[in-house]
């Protein structure tokens, strides 16, 4: 599945006082996305990645996998809404989303643990996951998922 795009992995990175950020990682290109929640709770992640992910176009959205959270216990309702189908990891499998894993450790030297991440916007995170997306990888023979993502796109 890296060969073809479309497919993402997703995560909630947690920061203090219960706060949290929703990180999408597309498996070919590695392009970040990372989404402010109002909450943990399956109708706040649902409602943000659902506006996250119809921001893309429809050819770019064939699966999300997702680990055992009940941050997506309306996973039907992402399907309907934007056309993805979800799955999600076996228990304690975290390598089975080891994109997302390897991308959530780039973004906690932006947002590191302890760190309210209710105070930062949209705006913000949409600053985080630019710079990200203009990093060169290793991964991808030093090219950045800016420069694979748009190489992809029609």
Not at 53 to 63: A, E, G, I
Not at 98 to 127: F, H, M
């Amino acid at each position: 599945m890296r060969q073809e795009p479309g497919h993402w992995e997703g995560d909630l990175i947690a920061g203090a006082k219960n706060t949290h950020v929703a990180t999408l990682v597309e498996r070919r290109s590695r392009w970040t996305m990372l989404v402010k929640l109002d909450g943990k709770d399956a109708a706040s992640a649902t409602a943000a990645l659902v506006a996250a992910l119809s921001k893309l176009p429809r050819t770019s959205l064939k699966t999300l996998t997702w680990d055992r959270g009940t941050e997506l216990a309306r996973h039907r309702e992402v399907t309907e809404r934007t056309g993805t189908k979800v799955y999600f990891c076996d228990p304690k499998s975290p390598w089975q989303r080891g994109t997302n894993e390897n991308t959530n450790g780039l973004v906690r030297q932006y947002l590191p643990k302890g760190a309210r991440l209710d105070a930062l916007s949209q705006a913000d995170l949409d600053a985080i996951a630019e710079r990200l997306n203009h990093r060169p990888r290793k991964v991808l023979a030093y090219a950045t998922p800016f420069d694979i993502h748009c190489a992809l796109l029609p």
